[in-house]
């Protein structure tokens, strides 16, 4: 009995879910007194979906080639198996929403989530105003605590949204998508972060925006920017910021960065000018593939107008198999990342700043390899940007990128060259004439180059200087599928005299599998030309450089100096916890009497901030540092971190 009567729970339960799951039918000749529940029976206004509260398994559906002024801010929530549905119905064309001369977005989420947004058209049409932010579709996590999943972003077209151009990036968009608290709250009180997980953003088309086409915050895990295309944008195109292996795919970005720069910009002359067309910042294994970027703009105090951009505090991330065509510069490497790769990309025409590179040369390892770079007109620039002021200009001998294995082919009236740049956008100068004091092989190692270099080709001690011989070079037009030029001829030189790259993603621009031993130069393999490999030579070699690039990464979380507070408990903070497999020890030595205070650095596994007694002064600290040993594999690294009045640390 007692069975028969869970069992009828159970369904009469399962039965109640069902018939909460409603559609719910919108249409510019309906009636808001109406139950909404058929098409005869349709709502009319966007009012009528702002006052609802939906369920999941919840639809609402605006009738197709319908338009309605104004905007939606949505209530209610769904889950990832049972989401709430806003799209459309009854014909192949969307509806459309109208913001306006209306500030803010079109469509909003606020600390909700379980909604999936698709076939609608977004629209402003109104001129820009100072001070009035525009965006199509926001979705915004800020409650402290909050953990949202699941918002999908699909097959809308999102065009004429003329937002604030100054200011930052986010402003104005045509979709963002942000998670974390207030600012004003952070800075107040810092409490417990939301999150948002497992957003799709897929299929739009995005037109005629000012400032940016996508952009997304803090959305840590699950994050996949999709097949999306976009044309005309004042600003940025796509903009990724702190996530955990996000991917950001057959995208195609048309003519981005076109207004921001402006001498006459209305409004505040501090607002930001510098954008790009598809960039990462603080993010994590993250990867940028198969994109194309076409013809960014660049006015004149836009320092940037890349197509692609590993920026602060990018880790481990990847750019490969992408396609950069007539744009100001292929990519761009702020400092503060850590060994990010681009790889098997093909560059044709990127005028001015080819590669542009900021950050350490040996501390944070960044590396291109197996990629094309072609020029037929014009000089492109090999740029290793050392700051905007003289005081405080970079090392030459500390600073660049690794290039491996990579073909430069200049043509025709192109050429490229190596520079040293220094100073502001508009004031910036470039010292052709200096070479870093390095040892042979330092930035450049086995590349081929081929064609004119104003001062010289790079010092390569493993140098091809040779014609690659491409099937058909400068054929390249609009998509991935159009540059089968760029494969080597049988007779190529680059064959087979590729070095080995370890973890190398074992295919080539052209899907290809990279797995004989001798890869070629470029991003093209040839197929059935080399000689077996030696697979447990190169697993070797795979597993002892993730061993020292772990020991690298764990140096690079150490802080720069260490304050000099309470001796009693000596904090030390970390960019992030020490990673599991790492051995090692924190040392200090008293200097008056010789002792030795250590700290095993299993003790400390797991923690982002830890403290050592150190029974002292302040002022004897001052003088000290601590000593730190790393250990994995047979790799070992060792340092010190000075004492200071102030701690440095990475952000």
């Not at 005309?232 to 970005?253: P, T």
Request: glycine share 10%; charged share 20%.
């Amino acid at each position: 009995m007692k069975k028969y009567i869970l069992v009828c729970a159970v369904l009469l339960s399962a039965v109640t879910i069902m018939a909460q799951q409603k559609t719910y039918f919108v249409s510019p000749s309906g009636n808001d007194s109406a139950t909404g529940l058929s098409v005869g029976d349709a709502w009319k206004s966007l009012d009528k979906i702002n006052n609802t509260v939906f369920l999941p398994g919840d639809h609402i559906l605006l009738e197709s080639g319908g338009e309605w002024s104004g905007r939606l801010d949505l209530r209610g929530s769904g889950t990832a198996e049972e989401p709430v549905i806003l799209s459309s119905f009854g014909g192949s064309s969307r509806p459309v929403i109208n913001l306006g001369k209306l500030e803010g977005a079109a469509i909003q989420l606020h600390n909700t989530g379980g909604w999936e947004i698709s076939n609608l058209e977004i629209t402003s049409m109104a001129a820009p105003e100072i001070g009035k932010t525009r965006l199509g579709i926001y979705v915004n996590v800020d409650q402290e605590g909050l953990n949202v999943d699941h918002v999908v972003i699909k097959n809308c077209f999102i065009h004429d949204i003329w937002g604030q151009m100054g200011g930052v990036s986010i402003r104005s968009s045509a979709i963002l998508v942000n998670c974390g608290l207030p600012r004003a709250q952070k800075d107040a009180a810092p409490g417990v972060q939301p999150s948002l997980s497992n957003v799709l953003i897929e299929g739009n088309r995005i037109e005629r925006v000012d400032k940016t086409g996508i952009v997304t915050n803090s959305i840590w895990n699950g994050l996949v920017v999709r097949r999306n295309y976009m044309d005309n944008l004042g600003g940025d195109g796509i903009i990724v910021g702190g996530s955990y292996r996000a991917l950001v795919e057959f995208n195609e970005i048309r003519r981005s960065c076109l207004r921001s720069g402006y001498l006459d910009l209305p409004g505040d002359e501090n607002w930001w000018p510098h954008t790009a067309a598809c960039w990462l910042i603080r993010c994590e294994e993250t990867i940028m593939q198969f994109n194309e970027v076409y013809d960014t703009g660049r006015e004149p105090k836009n320092g940037d107008g890349f197509a692609y951009d590993f920026d602060f505090y990018c880790k481990r991330c990847i750019a490969q198999y992408n396609y950069s065509k007539d744009n100001h510069g292929f990519l761009l490497l702020m400092y503060d990342i850590f060994q990010n790769v681009a790889r098997y990309n093909i560059s044709v025409n990127d005028k001015t700043h080819l590669v542009q590179m900021q950050g350490s040369l040996l501390d944070d390892g960044n590396v291109l390899y197996n990629n094309i770079f072609y020029v037929d007109h014009g000089t492109l620039d090999l740029d290793f940007f050392r700051g905007d002021f003289p005081e405080t200009a970079k090392d030459i001998n500390k600073l660049g990128a690794h290039f491996y294995n990579n073909i430069f082919y200049a043509t025709g009236q192109g050429r490229f060259r190596t520079a040293y740049s220094l100073g502001e956008t508009m004031k910036r100068q470039f010292d052709e004439v200096s070479r870093p004091d390095l040892p042979a092989g330092s930035i450049f190692l086995h590349n081929c180059y081929f064609g004119p270099w104003k001062n010289g080709v790079p010092d390569d001690p493993e140098a091809l200087v040779a014609d690659p011989e491409f099937v058909a070079p400068g054929t390249g037009g609009i998509g991935l599928c159009t540059l089968d030029g760029y494969k080597l001829k049988s007779t190529s030189p680059c064959i087979n005299t590729g070095m080995y790259i370890p973890n190398h993603g074992g295919r080539d621009f052209f899907g290809n599998a990279v797995e004989d031993g001798h890869p070629d130069m470029g991003a093209f393999e040839a197929i059935g030309t080399g000689v077996f490999a030696d697979k447990a030579k190169e697993a070797q070699m795979d597993e002892d450089a993730r061993d020292a690039s772990s020991v690298a990464w764990n140096k690079w979380s150490f802080p720069l100096a260490v304050k000099a507070g309470d001796p009693a408990a000596t904090e030390i903070v970390m960019y992030q916890p020490v990673e599991e497999g790492i051995t090692g020890t924190v040392t200090w030595t008293n200097p008056a009497n010789g002792k030795n205070v250590v700290l095993p650095l299993e003790k400390i596994a797991g923690k982002k901030t830890f403290t050592m007694a150190l029974k002292t002064d302040r002022e004897t600290l001052l003088g000290t540092t601590l000593k730190v040993q790393l250990k994995k594999g047979k790799y070992t690294e060792e340092f010190e971190i000075p004492f200071s009045e102030k701690p440095a640390r990475r952000k």
